[in-house]
């Protein structure tokens, strides 16, 4: 079975400093892997993808993250933080059933709250 | 190109009562995915479909159910709502095909059930 675990509910950041958002993934079989960003109010924003390319993957408004398989993280990095960063987070894992389609697996999400 | 739209935006109902939701997809995508978003839940899968036909279900109830029109364009219904439906309903559409792709998602229907 897949599935992802946002290990941190909550993060706080000062505006200018490193973010770190951290996601683990458990997947039976090489997994496509996915970071989405949700504004208050608003739809879900793809961020980036990883589908067994390059690790490193970069995304847009400065976010990349690493696909590490060893440790099973995919966790979203970002060198300097900005107000509009302030917004909840998803990891998410994604597999292809039987049907043909794929499904989404979400975690529980993580809200970044970006202060002055 | 546009992005995906659904509309209504938001929707109050009552209890007992039906509701229709509808979700237009990015020109050119032929898959369209439903999830329901509560913040008891998360964010949960619910149905998709893909050339009219629905090919994959998640774990609820035959009350949520869907279809797709030939120009892709989807609605999604809930009968006898419960106060529990009460949930922001995300529509994603994507190119499909096979292997992975990612999804797209539109703002979302916010159902309040009363």
């Known amino acids: 079975a897949q599935s992802v675990t946002q290990l941190d509910s909550h993060v706080s950041v000062s505006e200018g400093t490193p973010v770190l958002l951290r996601c683990n993934y458990s997947s039976s079989y090489s997994p496509s892997l996915f970071w989405y960003v949700q504004h208050p109010n608003k739809g879900l924003q793809l961020l980036l993808k990883y589908t067994s390319a390059a690790t490193l993957v970069k995304g847009i408004n400065g976010f990349e993250a690493e696909f590490k398989k060893s440790e099973t993280s995919f966790h979203l990095t970002k060198p300097s933080a900005h107000m509009s960063d302030a917004a909840e987070y998803f990891c998410v894992v994604s597999f292809i059933l039987t049907g043909g389609g794929n499904k989404l697996t979400f975690g529980t999400g993580t809200q970044l709250k970006v202060e002055l | 190109k546009a992005g995906v739209t659904q509309t209504p935006r938001y929707l109050i109902k009552t209890r007992g009562q039906q509701v229709t939701l509808s979700c237009s997809p990015i020109?050119?995508?032929?898959?369209v995915s439903w999830y329901q978003q509560t913040p008891g839940q998360g964010l949960q899968f619910l149905f998709e479909?893909?050339?009219?036909?629905?090919?994959n279900k998640g774990n609820f109830p035959g009350r949520f159910s869907g279809r797709q029109f030939s120009n892709s364009r989807s609605e999604m219904n809930v009968s006898t709502l419960e106060l529990g439906d009460s949930a922001l309903y995300l529509c994603?559409?994507?190119?499909?095909?096979?292997?992975?792709?990612?999804?797209?998602f539109g703002p979302g229907t916010r159902l309040t059930v009363t």
């Open positions: 994603a559409s994507s190119l499909a095909g096979q292997g992975f792709y990612e999804q797209y």
């Open positions: 020109s050119g995508h032929r898959s």
């Open positions: 479909y893909f050339s009219e036909t629905q090919r």
